[in-house]
Nanobody, 114 residues
Framework: QVQLVESGGGWVQAGGSLRLSCAAS????????MGWYRQAPGKQRELVAS???????SYLDSVKGRFTISAANAKNTIDLQMNNLKPEDTGVYYC????????WGQGTQVTVSS
C-alpha cells in the first residue's frame, strides 16, 4: 500500500503561481509513472502532467509552457510548479502513481480568480 499526500493548493489571482507537492510513503524510484490530474466541477478528471521513471515528461496542451512537473527522488516527492495561472486551471488536483496498481492522493483544491 502506498499513501500519497498532496499539499500546496489554495487561492490565487489570474497570472499568479502555485506549487503543488505530492509526498509518497515509499520510494518513487520504483514507480512506472507519476502525475498530476485535475477535476473541475462538472467535468471529467484529466491528466495535467506526468513524469516517467526515465524522467520523460508530458503535459496537457493547455498548460504547456506554464506548468512544470519534477521529481525529487531523495525526498520521494513530485512537484507541480504552476505559473501564469488562469481561471480555467481551477479544480481539485490529484497526485497519481502507477506501479502495477494505481494510487491516488486525496486531492488539493486550486482556485484561480479572474
Amino acid at each position: 500500500q502506498v499513501q500519497l499526500v498532496e499539499s500546496g493548493g489554495g487561492w490565487v489571482q489570474a497570472g499568479g503561481s502555485l506549487r503543488l507537492s505530492c509526498a509518497a510513503s515509499r520510494s518513487i524510484l520504483g514507480f512506472v509513472s507519476m502525475g498530476w490530474y485535475r477535476q473541475a466541477p462538472g467535468k471529467q478528471r484529466e491528466l495535467v502532467a506526468s513524469i516517467l521513471s526515465g524522467g520523460r515528461t508530458s503535459y496537457l496542451d493547455s498548460v504547456k509552457g506554464r506548468f512544470t512537473i519534477s521529481a525529487a527522488n531523495a525526498k520521494n516527492t513530485i512537484d507541480l510548479q504552476m505559473n501564469n495561472l488562469k481561471p480555467e486551471d481551477t479544480g481539485v488536483y490529484y497526485c497519481n502513481a502507477e506501479y502495477g496498481v494505481s494510487y491516488w492522493g486525496q486531492g488539493t483544491q486550486v482556485t484561480v480568480s479572474s
